[in-house]
């Protein structure tokens, strides 16, 4: 369809927000708009001036035959730390305390608008990774690492604590639970990880680091590589932890069931912000 | 930020994809752009008329004072049947073919962005339905769902067969599945879905419709009503089924396992097609 500009940038904005990633030939749009590619570019400019100024995301342009344009997302760090800031606070809610010293998320995990918002932190901070994959415990995690790889463009791998016979042989692991000092076990189909894969962790919830510490393991197994660690909440351990690299949205630094007083504060991705944004 | 025409269409379309179903006032963007609300209107105009020629959306408007537009998202019927055609031809790959007669498809639930699209549909069908929030099963059902209720901006609850100590009280039911004639128990917190929800079920494969009829009574213990049924995979099944209202984007037709032929066919969604688009 033959579009004047206005309509091009609209379709244009949507198309890159839906195709993050991946590198489109300039020829994709001149030919769906029937417009020269001179002014394909022009429009591509104005966009990326936009996304840019908004920290949205960049659009890299890579030059000769097989070249094209890519949108890669990125998040603007004011915005990030106020949202991470309401969510601590939110997450200070002593009708949050549970039994055993746990904090009911289900809200915040539910949200499926505040996980894509979350996930895309985590996007951005690992964009230049060249992450192949996203690991994920079952259930928590699954929410999360779907908007983190969705914003990469990259598949998911569900890790589940029981065997199921529905994905066919499984690769299974015995691990150590760090806090409780219990012998788990967890699995992923063989089908579901490319071996030679470069991985990167995301759940939901991280204590001492013993689920984590097992899908390291289970990635290994997969001949494959740790491209980065990511969770949404860290807890105080006073233990060494079982992970050594990780990056936190959020950690909650106390939790006294007694008093109800919870104290959460912003994760340790903000200890370099600077690597989040550019 | 003074934005000129091109700038505010790049950074509003943005601003409706990831606020799907919710009101925005026309102050917010004239307020934004420090820009007069005749403008505005004028660019909601091109963006409208873009998104419905692409149907890739409707932008509605309410009057008055607390009036505003609400970006409702849809999808392009012969769009959306051919990408259900190929996901048709993908399943019917005897590779699939796994011990008990299961198929393998954590590749197409893995795959982050088909999920998105394939969410999309079932939020288009069900966009005037008054859906408050959408009701999953872990593990498999868990991506779907986040893509549906991302469309329809609505809060998730993902049902387990475990129970699990880390949400609260829980409401739990027995039910029998309905292939296997086994009883089963599934459990929802107390505290992830509100009285008096409109919820839609959503899940990732159906055959005699068990774990569904399980979760439409578990949305009555929430003093709840059911919105609609969607599933990804409908299997055939020659007892009656236990559901009988609900959509389908696949059905799997014909599965021999001997000679390990499946027949793959687009779901009941298509029966009804204008309701998908208009």
Redesign the interface.
Known sequence: ?K?R???R???M??YF???PHQQIPLSYFSESYDSAKSSISEDIS??K???E??R?GTIGTTAGASGGVTFIPTVDLTRTESLIDELCYRLEDPERL???G?L?M??VI????L??DLGRIFASKFRKSKVDAVMTM??KG??LA??V??HL??????V?HEHR????SLVSINYVSGSQKRIQTMSL?R??LAPNSNVLIIDDFMKAGGTIRGMMDLVKEFQSTIAGIGVLTEAVHHEEKLVNEYVSLTKLSEMDIKSKKIKVVRGSIFDNPFYLQD
Not at 110 to 113: E, V, Y
Not at 165 to 168: L, P, R
């Open positions: 369809m579009y500009r206005s309509g940038l609209v379709d904005t949507n927000l839906t195709h104005i966009i001036e936009v996304f100024y908004n949205l549970l039994p055993g746990y009911y289900m809200d539910g949200d499926p608008l996980t894509q079952a259930t699954i929410p779907y908007s790889a969705g463009n990259v598949p998911v791998s569900i589940r016979i529905t994905e066919g189909a089908r579901s």
